[in-house]
């Protein structure tokens, strides 16, 4: 009976050790963009690596949700690919009495993807604009082959999705004939496996395929995405990378947020495929 007990004991102990310790962690919670999901959840590694008492907890879902998320409550910090609309923080204000804070942590250069047999190497805005809203629809007009164009893109509560239909579109409604895909790696991989395909995304997913080349206008010569491009702004689809919090960041958040924007945290950026904002 008494090793019983004392077993009863020892184990309460532990349980009480256990969750002593996990009340001690801190936890960030990050929710949204399926394009910064790679680099969130890179930054999340290295950053616990160093401050194991932080927890930092990844999830994608895309921007709108993670938009959501953060009016709802249930987010420390969004990502998003693109700015937070007006009617969003609205309702931000209406829960939380706040506009909300921005923070720019990353640059990307929207990226078209085509297939290594595809013979068209660069576009115009113009060209990519009647493409992905139904006006063009054979390859053969844009200087490749006599075939159909097939185009992906990304669903209705992705950033880039609403980024690509704001500033490539200008607004103008998608092509019916657009394939929506639950990500920017599924994109990837329609265009990898399609000849004909093009598909659009960021940069860093860029893998086994080829980049189109990228003109504002016929009379302008045609940019990819790199560092200088993106940095100095040629690239003609450059946009920034965001986190959103409600109010200004205090504590264990306002750490991790610095060190993001930090060099290293930057580097991170860099090494994972898009363009550091510093």
Known sequence: MKQNKALLIAGGLLVCGMLAYAGARKIITVKGSD???ILAQRWAEIYMSKNPDVTVQVTGGGSGVGISALINGTTDICDASRPMKNSERDK???????????????????TLYLNEANPVKELTLAQIKAIYTGDITNWKDVGGA???IIMYGRENSSGTYVYFRDFVLSGKDYSPSVQTLPGTAAVVNAVLKDQYGIGYGGAAYAKGIKFCGVKKDAGSPAYEPNAQSVKDGTYPITRYLYMYLRSKPMGDVQKYI?????????????????????
Request: proline share 2%; charged share 25%.
């Open 146 to 148: 006599d075939a159909k």
């Open 92 to 110: 931000l204000k209406q829960r939380f009495n706040t506009l909300g804070y921005e923070v720019k942590c990353a640059k990307d250069g929207v």
């Open 258 to 278: 610095d060190w993001i924007l930090s060099a290293e945290g930057q580097d991170i950026v860099t090494k994972v495929g898009y363009f550091p904002v510093n």
């Open 35 to 37: 394009t910064m999901v």
